[in-house]
């Protein structure tokens, strides 16, 4: 018999991964000079692990619970916040918050170290202006729809929520459009290596491209989408075959792969957003409040 979505059941966040993270966990827990602070279930630390796992950067990962925020929470997040970073071979210690801007700072790091990059090459500004409009996007308004259809309670709420995120998925798909269009389909790409040059940090919208800036920003949610929105509020990816594509590129990516739990420890963690229990988080209180986002 299927489950029955329609009523809380009380469960509770996970405080350890499990699966694939789990393994990557335990194969990341000797010091190093950068520990990652992070939560199992949370989307803005899973965009700073896959960064640290696709650019190849050295780091231990640490896992705390956000909520309970523990002194050495706070000491590298104000806000006691995941993700944070501490710069452990520093003395005093640094640290740094905010998934976005740990993923430039990591990025930066990369391009000094490991040499490996998630965005087009700076020789390439417009292309990489593009992608930056793609993360923006995601960040501005795919992010807070997914909350918003999420927490939504009413029938009425939650049709027009779902609308509001399905069209901002829709409307990151037109971007990656016009990137493609714009970087590889001006007819001047002469061959198979001038394509491949041109395709960094496009992404794996792109027939044969690589992970991308974008894909990491946006990743999390469209995976809690298919799994969380799918069963709290029977929600629908797209179903053209060039996003289904893309999703299985994304899903299958080893640094990706890497950072995911199992199904049943995102269905549990996010129960409490789905029925809006009170002070979920600073994230759902901001959006029932109407604020921006922590
Ligand atoms: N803007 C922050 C948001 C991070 C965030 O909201 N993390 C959640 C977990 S998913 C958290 O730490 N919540 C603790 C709380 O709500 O007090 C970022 O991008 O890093």
Redesign the pocket.
């Known amino acids: 018999m299927p489950e029955d979505t329609t009523a809380d059941k009380g469960r509770a966040y996970h405080t350890t991964s499990t699966g694939a993270a789990l393994d990557t966990v335990t194969r990341h827990s000797k010091d190093e000079d950068i520990t990652l602070f992070g ?1 199992c ?5 899973q ?1 700073a692990w896959v960064v640290f796992e696709f650019l190849g950067i050295p780091y231990k990962v640490y896992e705390v619970d ?2 309970k ?1 523990p002194k050495e929470l706070l000491e590298v997040s104000p ?5 944070g970073l501490r710069f452990n071979n520093v003395d005093p210690p640094r640290s740094l ?4 801007v ?1 993923m430039e700072f990591l990025e930066d790091l990369a391009s000094e170290t490991t040499r490996r990059s998630l965005l087009p090459p700076a020789t390439n500004p417009y292309a990489r202006a593009l992608v930056r409009l793609q993360a923006d996007h995601v960040n501005r308004n795919l992010v807070p729809a997914f909350y918003r259809f999420l927490q939504a309670q009413d029938t009425e709420t939650q049709i027009n929520t779902g609308k509001e995120f399905h069209q901002a998925i829709e409307t990151l798909v037109g971007l990656f459009e016009r990137a493609e269009r714009e970087i590889l389909g001006g007819g001047g790409v002469s061959g198979e290596g001038e394509q491949r040059a041109l395709s960094k940090g496009l992404g794996l919208w792109i027939e044969g491209g690589e992970l991308g800036w974008t894909d990491v920003m946006v990743a999390p949610w469209i995976y809690r989408a298919q799994l969380v929105l799918k069963h709290y509020r029977g929600f629908e990816l797209p179903q053209t075959d060039r996003f289904n594509t893309w999703l299985r590129r994304l899903f299958t990516h080893q640094a990706f792969v890497a950072t995911c739990s199992t199904d049943n420890l995102y269905l549990d963690s996010y129960e409490r957003y789905a029925f809006n229990r009170p002070n979920t ?4 209180n901001a959006i029932n409040s109407g604020r921006g ?2």
């Open positions: 939560s279930f949370c989307p803005f630390v965009r956000p909520y925020k806000k006691g916040l995941v993700p918050n905010e998934s976005t740990i988080s600073q994230v759902a986002l922590p």
